[in-house]
Structures are given as C-alpha cells and as structure tokens.
C-alpha cells in the first residue's frame, strides 16, 4: 500500500508530480524542477519531508546506549538541543542508516532517520536498546517540514510567536529548539538541513501541517520537491542512503571518516572493522567528479582510474553550475587521470573536492 503524508492533497493541489519514493507517494517537483533548485539557492523554498521517521528515546541509560550503538560519539552532545549526525553500523562496519540526534535531556534524546530505511532501523535500535531499558517512542504524531534558503530562517520567523523570536533568531547550527508558533502551535525548530543551505526543519503536529503549510506559502515561501532536493543536497557534498552508501560500505568508503569518533573506551558496534580499516589504509574511497563536456554522469556508471574500476554512486546535472557532477567509489591511492564509461566511450573528468556548491557559490576550482 502506497504511503500518504497529510499534505498530499495540497501537493495535488498546487500541480506537484507524484512518484513513488520509498512507498510513499511524493511530490518530485510542481512544474520545473530547475526553477525550484535555483529558488532555495537564491531565496527560499519549502519541501514535505514529513516521509521521515522521528524516533524519541527515553530512558536513564540513553546516552550509554547511544554510545554504543553510534560510529560518531553522543558525549560530544552537552547542550541540550544541540544536534549530532551519524552513522549507525553493524557488526562488519556497514552503514544501516546516517542520522541525526538531538539531545533533549540527560534521560531523553530525539532521532531523525531515513524513510526508506524505518523497518530495519526500528528493529535494530530496538534490539540493541533492550538491554539499556531505553523506551522507544516513534513519534508517528509529528509531521516535518524543511524550509530552505538564504530568506528561510526569516520567513519561519515571521510564523513564530513575538515572544519567541529573538530566541529562535540565536539558535546556532545543528540545533533545536521548541518555540510557539503565532497561533499556538508547539514548534520543534531545527537549524538542519539536506540543501547545503541555511534554513530550519520543522517538527509539529500532524493535525497542523497543512494550516502551517498554507501559512508559508502566504509568507512567499514557494514548494520545491524530492527533484530538487536531490540536485541540491549532491551539489552540498550530502550522501543519499541506498545510493552512495549501504550496509556493504563503511563510513571511510563514503567520505564520511568525520563522523567517526575513535575515542577512547567506547566500544560502538563495528568499531573493531573500521579500526583494522583505518591501519590497513586500503579501503576504497568517494571522490568528487565534474565532467566539462556535454552529458549526464549517472549511478552505475563504470569508472576508470589509475588503480583499477569504480563506478558512479550519485551522479546529475548541476544546475548551479551547469554541468554534470558525481560522486564516485574507487579504489584506494592517487586516482590519476579519471575517465567515464559512457555507452562504450571513456570521457575525461576532473577530481574536485567536494561541496561542489556552498553558501549558493561553486567551490574555487569546480568551474575551472
């Protein structure tokens, strides 16, 4: 059966394509994808996430579980609303999911994780968290909306209550906070997001999504969908669960060595693996690809390197940029000269770092 946020009316209302994703029938964009790519970078735009799963975890020994059960470390965590993004990995060192966790409380700490991923995640926290008596809360209650954009955080505002908005103007990044909105909603504000720009996720009641949906869309703020989200969040550098990482990839093989804390005396589920990856200093790696010819880089791919094949995980037109980008995995050391196999024809590209994009502005050197 076909999964349905409470604003899918109001997606058809306003024109939106509806496609499948993850079984969940979503918006993939109102008219022009581009135009809704180039309206977050340059002003504002709003996106239905409401797909993803809000997991609250309470109990006593929350923390200590959380340290076992995250690569990144929840000790970094001493503000309460403060946020942390992680993986959480099986016992080879495999990505189940990445994830964000808000720390609300010493017995109480809020989890975001991917739609896609929402039965094999709930069944994994839940035999781990047994153990530590944590009480798991799927917070099936809570809609999310994402309001993105060099204007997001003040067209949010202006839906806030008076007496509310100063602090909410002092919330820094990768942080939370619960204010009222204008007309008595409780609001769950998080300056997060998967665009590369500044802007809020906003966590509220199911039953007043589509009144605080309408209210943004009387403020200015325009719709955007899963199309755009996609090209954005691969311009800002953001891995796509299922795409670029799995359970077979660790986190060193999607670029994500940041998010792991090897700290001292903490035993986290599929430590040991990435530990013994690490010395060997041979696990494959995600690099950054722009093709300056004419075409699309797309997932599958065959990737040809100095060292041997990879493949293309992400790959898309940029419309900031106006060319084809790419994440990649290949093997391990210096790539040399990278070509693409399209249809049976090895195109140059060029390695980059990556974000591709930030604050809106190709990174030095992409466009070279």
Not at 173 to 193: C, I, K, Q, Y
Not at 265 to 280: H, N, P, S, T, Y
Request: proline share 3%; hydrophobic share 45%.
């Amino acid at each position: 059966m076909t999964l349905k946020t409470l604003l899918n009316e109001t997606h058809r209302s306003l024109g939106a394509k509806m496609v499948d994703f993850g079984g969940w029938d979503m918006p993939i964009h109102y008219g022009s994808q581009i135009d809704e790519h180039h309206l977050v970078r340059r002003a504002a735009g709003m996106f239905d996430v409401s797909h993803m799963t809000v997991v609250d975890l309470k109990g006593a020994r929350t923390r200590e579980f959380l340290r076992q059960l995250l690569a990144n470390s929840i000790d970094k965590l001493k503000v309460t609303g403060k946020a942390l993004y992680s993986c959480m990995l099986n016992a080879e060192g495999g990505v189940i999911d990445d994830l964000i966790v808000y720390f609300l409380g010493d017995d109480f700490f809020r989890m975001v994780v991917n739609a896609s991923t929402r039965e094999k995640d709930l069944a994994w926290i839940g035999q781990h968290a047994a153990a530590f008596g944590v009480e798991i809360v799927e917070r099936e209650d809570l809609a999310i909306v994402a309001v993105q954009g060099p204007q997001a955080r003040a067209l949010v505002a202006g839906l806030v209550a008076e007496a509310d908005r100063a602090a909410l103007d002092k919330l820094g990044r990768f942080a939370a906070l619960e204010v009222t909105s204008a007309d008595g909603v409780p609001l769950f504000v998080a300056r997060t997001g998967y665009t590369g720009e500044d802007g809020y996720e906003v966590l509220l009641p199911q039953t007043a999504v589509v009144a605080f949906w309408n209210a943004l869309l009387a403020a200015g703020v325009k719709p955007a969908g899963l199309g755009a989200r996609d090209t954005l969040r691969l311009e800002a550098g953001m891995n796509l669960y299922g795409q670029d990482m799995d359970e077979t990839v660790s986190p060193f093989e999607a670029a994500l060595g940041w998010t792991v804390s090897l700290d001292e005396g903490r035993d986290f589920i599929g430590r040991g693996v990435l530990e013994a990856q690490k010395a060997a200093g041979d696990a494959r790696q995600m690099i950054g690809l722009v093709m300056d010819e004419k075409g699309v880089l797309r997932h599958g791919q065959k990737v040809l390197t100095a060292n041997g094949e990879g493949e293309i995980l992400s790959g898309t037109f940029s419309p900031t940029l106006g060319k084809a980008i790419a994440f990649a995995r290949v093997p391990a050391g210096a790539p040399g000269d990278v070509r693409v196999d399209i249809r049976g024809k090895e195109v140059p590209v060029r390695m980059v770092k990556f974000p591709f994009v930030r604050d809106g502005q190709p990174q030095a050197g992409i466009n070279a």
